[in-house]
């Protein structure tokens, strides 16, 4: 329980409320004291301990009737809904009520009496509609398949039929096929009751397996964001607080990296000459220092309608690593080019890139002239301290390119990296510039989602 608890406290976690270790083992505490038998008490104790206001009660109330969905419906009502009092209600009429005989052929009304053993565990359960204990031999299943795993839609089948087979869906299926084989009145109604109960649990599996993937879904939501295409991204609203999240992380990471830098490596042949005077015992290290500079970047965007959402995404995660690229200007164009850097000095980050967007975007492409425009604007600015980022699809409406002015922003800057939101076999296709442009670029990526742009940024801040 205490590993199902811990699942619980990161679901709520992602759905904002914030779980402590130390409330995760006061809760423990709290179950172990009120036990497990009583759902009301149960919801109790871990609402006492984990949700602290209003909203936290709100998130925790949706969260809890999504994870602990007990029990599994053996039975439907005519308007389609789970008989909740299964275990209490008469048995489908397939399965058999009553003491009529042993459950023989005779008889035009007989029916497979339940009194009768199943040859399989699951088809006796599901004879005698016992819910307590397809419920327990979910639970298992569960243990042992364990749903909570799956990623992605399509792996929803392949976790419903491992469910089926740790509750000994095979041996119901070899059990029907010896009824078939029978053919007997009685052996075609134990078949048909089989069938019937088996595409029930078929829809109680279908249910379990949709609850956990919608469970991941939301656990790892910040996942799905940063494997989406940057032109589906705008059907999440949360995009920019995954941003922020990701470039908080990033920041980290760069820090130690920089803690590290700062103490230097160790210098084994200093640190032997410094402990001579020590009979050679290592009493004092010594350290190599690194130095190293700040980042200087400057950011060039195509915001023409076919990337803009793509350079939408591009300039806020850099804007919100300022704290370790604080030399940091960019430019934006669809013909001709801008400099945009003063709109992120006077607007919040999301306001500035719409204003951006507003003034400069959706025009008509020409790359020749964004290159003339930067050479004029920055020429000054681009030197070997200069990480020069150039964000476009290379589709040059067939233009001029001008890839002399590339070559030349190359031998000037310490390296210039392009990112193309099209994948590697479009480029050259059309009216692309790509494979123009590619010789002169230090590196050349292809990048359609924020998990790639994450890694670019990171190799990014080691190698600036």
């Not at 009145?185 to 078949?191: D, E, K, S």
Request: glycine fraction near 6%; charge should be positive; include cysteine.
């Amino acid at each position: 329980m205490e590993r199902k608890l811990t699942e619980f406290a990161a679901l709520l976690r992602n759905q904002g409320l914030p779980v402590s270790p130390p409330e995760v083992a006061d809760a423990v505490l709290a179950i172990h004291a009120v036990g497990y038998e009583n759902r009301q008490q149960f919801h109790d104790a871990l609402s006492c301990t984990l949700a602290k206001s209003v909203s936290d009660t709100q998130i925790f109330e949706r969260c809890f009737e999504t994870f602990f969905r007990f029990g599994i419906s053996t039975n439907k009502t005519d308007s389609g809904a789970t008989d909740n009092n299964a275990t209490s209600a008469s048995p489908p009429p397939q399965s058999g009520q009553g003491n009529q005989g042993s459950g023989g052929s005779g008889g035009s009304g007989s029916s497979p009496s339940t009194n009768e053993p199943s040859q399989s565990e699951l088809g006796q359960l599901l004879l005698t509609a016992d819910s307590e204990g397809l419920a327990l031999s979910l639970a298992k299943a569960i243990e042992r398949v364990r749903p909570q795993n799956i990623r992605v839609i399509t792996q929803k089948g392949l976790f419903g039929r491992r469910l089926l087979q740790a509750m000994g869906i095979d041996d119901l299926e070899l059990e029907l096929k010896n009824l078939d084989a029978a053919d007997t009145g009685f052996a075609r109604q134990r078949a048909e009751a089989l069938r019937s109960a088996r595409q029930r649990l078929r829809s109680n599996i279908r249910e379990t397996v949709e609850r956990y993937f919608q469970m991941a879904r939301n656990q790892d939501r910040d996942a799905i964001i940063r494997d989406a295409d940057f032109s589906s991204l705008r059907e999440f609203r949360d995009t920019g607080l995954v941003v922020k999240r990701m470039a908080r992380r990033l920041i980290t990471l760069h820090r130690r990296r920089e803690r590290m830098a700062a103490r230097g490596v160790l210098d084994v042949k200093a640190t032997l000459r410094h402990n001579i005077a020590y009979d050679g015992i290592l009493a004092e290290p010594r350290w190599r220092r690194i130095r190293k500079d700040k980042p200087r970047v400057i950011a060039v965007c195509d915001v023409s309608r076919s990337v803009s959402q793509h350079a939408r995404f591009l300039l806020m995660f850099l804007y919100s690593m300022r704290e370790v690229i604080p030399q940091l200007r960019a430019f934006a164009f669809s013909s001709s080019l801008h400099e945009v850097t003063g709109f992120f000095e006077h607007q919040q980050l999301e306001p500035a890139i719409d204003t951006i967007m507003d003034t400069y975007g959706f025009g008509s492409t020409d790359y020749g002239q964004a290159f003339t425009d930067l050479d004029d604007l920055a020429r000054h600015a681009i030197d070997r301290r200069t990480t020069l980022i150039i964000l476009g699809d290379a589709r040059n409406n067939n233009g001029d390119a001008r890839t002399d002015l590339l070559h030349q922003f190359h031998a000037r800057a310490k390296q210039v990296i392009w990112l193309n939101p099209e994948s590697r076999n479009r480029w050259g296709s059309g009216d692309s510039e790509m494979l123009r442009y590619q010789p002169a670029c230090t590196h050349a990526w292809s990048c359609r989602n924020l998990g790639e742009l994450e890694r670019i940024v990171d190799k990014l801040l080691k190698s600036a």
